[in-house]
T-cell receptor, first 111, second 112 residues
């Protein structure tokens, strides 16, 4: 079993839709949870960073963490064509120095 | 405010050739990292430097060496390139180990 599972997509949605992106993980030592956005031919950029279970909101983006189910989500409200990118979940244990990434979900928002 | 700068952006090598990928950050971060990204495999850590003067292996260090030249710069060297090293290489930095990473825009390397 992979340590992190993430549907590669592509996920196609119309402009204005609510998008839900998800990752499941198996390592119960993961304590820090991140979402990165990666545009084509660019490096990943940090979108959201959270430590605890529950929700964290930043503008149109909401990160949700459910440690008991080992499941994290990223919601994008009022999606825009500029949101078209690959979204990567990432995890730290807090003791190891290694950030574990999902393989990414490709999102396409169409007009 | 450049962030993390990688050079070159593109490179084509023949099998057996050597090259060094350069990375510099201007955020005064302590930790620096080298990742490779391959389709279907995600980002994999090659080497990292928790602080100036230290380096450690990641998941896939074979065939690579690194140098933390100073606090700003962290280079990745391929001594004898192989086709399996065809990939996109990303340098990243963070304030400390376990802080969020800030990435450069990558070097696209093809080994023929």
């Amino acid at each position: 079993q992979k340590e992190v599972e993430q549907d590669p997509g592509p996920l196609g949605v119309p402009e204005g839709a609510i998008v839900s992106l998800n990752c499941t993980y198996s390592n119960s030592a993961f304590q820090y949870f991140m979402w990165y956005r990666q545009y084509s031919r660019k490096g990943p950029e940090l979108l959201m960073y959270t430590y605890s279970s529950g929700n964290k909101e930043d503008g149109r983006f909401t990160a949700q963490v459910d440690k008991s189910s080992k499941y994290i989500s990223l919601f994008i409200r009022d999606s825009q064509p500029s949101d078209s990118a690959t979204y990567l979940c990432a995890f730290y244990t807090g003791t190891a120095s290694k950030l574990t990434f999902g393989t990414g979900t490709r999102l396409q928002v169409t007009l | 405010n450049a962030g993390v700068t990688q050079t070159p952006k593109f490179q084509v090598l023949k099998t057996g050739q050597s090259m060094t990928l350069q990375c510099a950050q201007d955020m005064n971060h302590n930790s620096m990292y080298w990742y490779r990204q391959d389709p279907g495999m995600g980002l994999r850590l090659i080497y990292y430097s928790a602080s100036e003067g230290t380096t450690d292996k990641g998941e896939v260090p074979n065939g690579y060496n690194v140098s933390r030249l100073n606090k700003r710069e962290f280079s990745l060297r391929l001594e004898s390139a192989a086709p399996s090293q065809t990939s996109v290489y990303f340098c990243a930095s963070s304030e400390t180990i376990n802080s969020p990473l800030h990435f450069g825009n990558g070097t696209r390397l093809t080994v023929t």
